[in-house]
């Protein structure tokens, strides 16, 4: 399945790596639909937050939706800043093909019922298509993260749909509650000034990009084996690296480490240079930022200019934040 249109928030990952590595939380696995299709969840309107289980139908009757929807995932987390927990249901349409569900949905939407009124609220995804008219986000095992992303201390609603395919990219819409419904946070520029915002749900971390940035970096990113090859004792390394013009040249502008509390501190106490400096510390990791201790290019070259323009426009400790 193909889209017409790239759109959004390009999600930049190692050639090579397949979308739900570059997302890097266990994606939903669709599976278990390959020989039975669960039974439909029926959301009637009772005062009451019914059981949602991923992979089953769902029908909410005031909603309209498709008889082929489907929740893909769900989170009980409070969204609207009342303090009542609520439901975040993502869904989306399934076609079978062979007769197997498709690993992609179409027709993608974000639901919230609220913990405290019952009300359902739904926003749904749509894209602008190359002719100009609207299509529904479509994705690939898409999951939402929850977390404070406008800084307002409420929690707002990330959906990620993965597109595939080898470089596979990631389209983002981000959901924020006000007046009473789902507003795209991108949409009415809480992101300021086209900032990009680069998540890894696997590390727990999120970070806004400057918006000089874009067009002028790769993130590649690793975990595990692949992560202590590049630096000891490190759970996660993200690497965002200035690309030049032709694509052919790259050096780092910024790495960012995870590792574990007891490994940080063996880490740090070793005599020689110092890894990097701590951004944050919780559930018993320690975040790390590297920067380059030079200009890698000619000063006053055009490469030369640009790398200390865009590594002077981070602001790390205003930009980096911890998922929830």
């Excluded at 193909?2 to 090579?16: D, H, R």
């Excluded at 696995?29 to 029926?42: D, H, I, T």
């Excluded at 019914?50 to 929807?69: F, R, Y």
């Excluded at 690296?241 to 480490?257: F, G, P, Q």
Aim: aromatic letters at 10%; a neutral charge.
């Amino acid at each position: 399945m193909k889209k017409q249109f790239a759109k959004k928030i390009p999600y930049l990952v190692l050639a090579g790596f397949i979308c739900a590595v570059g997302i890097g939380a266990p994606q939903i696995s669709l599976a278990k639909q390959a020989n039975s299709v669960p039974e439909m969840v029926n959301q009637q309107s009772e005062k009451t937050l019914q059981i949602i289980e991923i992979g089953q139908k769902i029908g909410v009757p005031e909603l309209k939706l498709k008889e082929n929807t489907y929740v893909l995932d769900y989170k009980i987390s409070d969204v609207t800043g009342d303090s009542v927990k609520d439901q975040v249901i993502l869904v989306g349409t399934k076609e079978k093909i062979d007769g197997k569900l498709d690993a992609y949905a179409s027709n993608l939407s974000v639901i919230v019922q609220d913990g405290k009124t019952y009300r359902y609220d739904k926003y749904d995804w749509v894209y602008e298509g190359t002719d100009g008219k609207l299509y529904g986000e479509l994705g690939r095992e898409p999951n939402l993260i929850i977390g404070d992303y406008t800084g307002n201390k409420v929690n707002d609603i990330i959906t990620t749909a993965p597109q595939g395919g080898n470089g596979g990219y990631v389209d983002h819409l981000i959901l924020t509650w006000e007046g009473n419904k789902l507003k795209d946070v991108l949409a009415k520029d809480v992101v300021a000034d086209n900032q990009e915002l680069y998540t890894n749900s696997q590390a727990n971390f999120s970070l806004k990009l400057p918006a000089s940035w874009k067009g002028y970096y790769k993130a590649s990113q690793y975990a595990g084996a692949s992560a202590n090859k590049i630096i000891p004792l490190a759970k996660h390394v993200v690497q965002f690296d200035y690309t030049t013009k032709d694509r052919k040249d790259a050096e780092m502008l910024l790495m960012i480490s995870v590792f574990s509390k007891n490994d940080w501190s063996r880490l740090s106490s070793e005599q020689g240079p110092s890894v990097g400096s701590v951004i944050t510390e919780a559930n018993g990791m320690v975040y790390v930022y590297t920067t380059p201790q030079s200009n890698p290019f000619d000063p006053q070259s055009k490469d030369g200019k640009l790398f200390d323009q865009l590594y002077g426009d981070l602001n790390i400790g205003k930009s980096f934040k911890l998922l929830k």
